[in-house]
């Protein structure tokens, strides 16, 4: 949330506890996204298909596909390199929007994996109802699980769907962990990681994504180097709305309510069990009416780097 120090990407933050009683099993199913345990917490917080066409994100017809490199030549180049840091706010690492940007962002994740294939059709409606723009990020496991969805999200003009990884691994090159769950072990599987989800979402829905979120939204430098490499922005966010669908619809409200301008907001759309979709829902009147007083509006993320280069790669 918003503190004194909103001045700084760091203070601007929301400021969670560590989730490690939730398990192992929840945070590799669906990301918790916590910030660090050393970080106290906010006070404002209580408590064989047919292919589909592409959808029509904003930035397609100034952004041309690019080359990727192979995965044999990423390796050579990358695998001597240090990995830098490691976290959710390293160098390469988009945490909010272009200074540019008139306006904030809502992200939802989807996860997959065991206890994290559902669908937050409610969350969805809400976005729907008072038509407010998002960008999906969806992992390659909640993507086969739900197909259908992924092509209607897709067609939708209202959304935007990015990369959330193929088994939602932190990012890493030498096996990193984030809150217990290894990350990829090595450039290569970290080029698999991004590029085997990249290409089944092109091959499959004709989705061309833009944007990549990993597995715990943890990353080190180099992997945030090599995404970029690959054509992809790294993002990651600058308030948690929801605490990997773990917060009552109450908090989720308040953090939704925090958003500003050059903000961007994670949650998540495969919880319907959750509080997300209620405080959401609860929370984009209110928020909508303040951006508008302000002439801003809620923005995909491609609509956003849009306005700074043209190009959300850049």
């Known amino acids: 949330m918003h503190t004194p120090l909103s001045g700084s990407p760091t203070g601007r933050r929301t400021l969670l506890a560590a989730l490690l009683g939730t398990g192992a099993t929840l945070l590799a199913s669906c990301a918790v996204d916590p910030l660090s345990p050393t970080r106290p917490a906010p006070t404002a917080i209580s408590s064989p298909s047919a ?3 592409a959808p029509p994100p904003p930035v397609e017809a100034t952004a041309p596909a ?3 490199p192979g995965r044999s030549a990423v390796v050579s180049a990358y695998a001597s390199k240090p990995s830098g840091a490691f976290g959710l706010e390293v160098k390469g690492v988009e945490l909010g929007l272009p200074a540019t940007a008139r306006g904030a962002a809502l992200t939802f994740d989807a996860c997959g994996g065991p ?11 809400a976005l729907r109802q008072h038509r407010a723009p998002a960008t999906l990020f969806i992992n390659q496991r909640w993507a086969g699980a739900n197909p259908g969805l992924v092509r209607e999200l897709a067609a939708d003009p209202l959304f935007e769907i990015a990369n959330h990884g193929t088994t ?3 990012l890493a090159s ?3 962990r984030a809150y217990g769950i290894p990350g990829t072990a090595s450039i290569g599987a970290a080029y698999d990681e991004i590029m085997d989800n990249q290409r089944y979402l092109a091959d499959t829905f004709g989705i061309r994504a833009k944007f990549f979120r990993s597995g715990t939204a943890h990353t080190d430098e180099l992997g945030a180097a090599l ?6 922005v790294p993002m990651n966010f600058t308030v948690n709305l929801d605490a990997g669908a773990t917060f009552r619809a109450a908090s989720v ?3 939704t309510r925090q958003l500003r301008a050059g903000d961007v907001g994670i949650a998540h759309f495969n919880r319907p069990a959750s509080g997300t979709a209620r405080g959401v829902a609860d929370a984009l009147p209110g928020l909508l009416e303040s951006l508008e007083a302000r002439k801003l509006a809620l923005l995909t993320l491609s609509a956003a780097f ?3 280069t043209g190009t959300p790669a850049a």
């Open 66 to 68: 690019r080359a990727v």
């Open 168 to 170: 939602h691994a932190p």
């Open 253 to 255: 409200a308040a953090q």
């Open 174 to 176: 030498r096996g990193q």
């Open 227 to 232: 995404c970029r490499e690959l054509g992809l």
């Open 115 to 125: 206890n994290g294939e559902g669908y937050d059709s409610a969350l969805i409606a």
């Open 51 to 53: 292919p589909a066409p």
């Open 306 to 308: 849009e306005a700074r």
